[in-house]
């Protein structure tokens, strides 16, 4: 038995939709999103859950992983590389102090302290750059949206009740 003509149109004509949002940049999705919130039927319903699931799927995508190896290797250079300084400068200020304790003990609890403050600091900047990442959608109060922002809003709450969604 054939499907129905109508039935692999539609499916293809979503098909070809779901296909271009993945090629769409975030500006361009929120777009459609508002687009197609205010379309009427069946086939926009399936519209609003595509654009719904390409942007959920953006917002939950996770960051590339880096194998543990690479990053303690790169906390281990950071380390180095901020402790060097700090030991270079504490072993100076030791150095006066030469004659009496011998030269490795010097330098081995400034190169410690100095890695584990590196180490420190590079684990907060890390954390302290990753909370300051900008988020996909900026949220806009209703007072500040133009005379434009304003319609599309009215048609959207309109759509939604009409689909009985809670505004």
Not at 58 to 84: E, K
Not at 97 to 107: E, K, M, S, T
Not at 113 to 129: D, F, H, K, N, T
Not at 134 to 145: M, N
Request: glycine share 6%; charged share 25%.
């Amino acid at each position: 038995m054939t499907a129905p003509t109508k039935a692999l149109d539609l499916a293809a004509a979503l098909a070809q939709h779901r296909a271009g949002l993945r090629k769409m940049s975030n500006v361009e999705l929120e777009r459609r999103a508002a687009e197609v919130a205010a379309l009427p039927g069946w086939f926009a319903g399936e519209l609003r859950r595509m654009v719904d699931d390409e942007r959920e799927s953006r917002r939950t995508a996770n960051r590339p992983v880096t194998p543990a190896c690479s990053r303690t290797l790169r906390i281990a250079a950071g380390a180095a590389v901020a402790g060097a300084p700090a030991a270079a400068l504490t072993g100076q200020a030791l150095a006066k102090y030469a004659d009496q304790v011998p030269q490795v003990l010097l330098y081995s609890p400034a190169v410690a302290v100095g890695l584990v403050v590196a180490a420190a600091g590079a684990s907060w900047a890390a954390r302290w750059i990753d909370d300051r990442r900008h988020p996909l959608a900026v949220d806009v109060d209703e007072a500040d949206l133009d005379p434009l922002g304003k319609e599309l809003l009215a048609r959207v709450r309109a759509a939604r009740q009409a689909r009985g969604e809670v505004c």
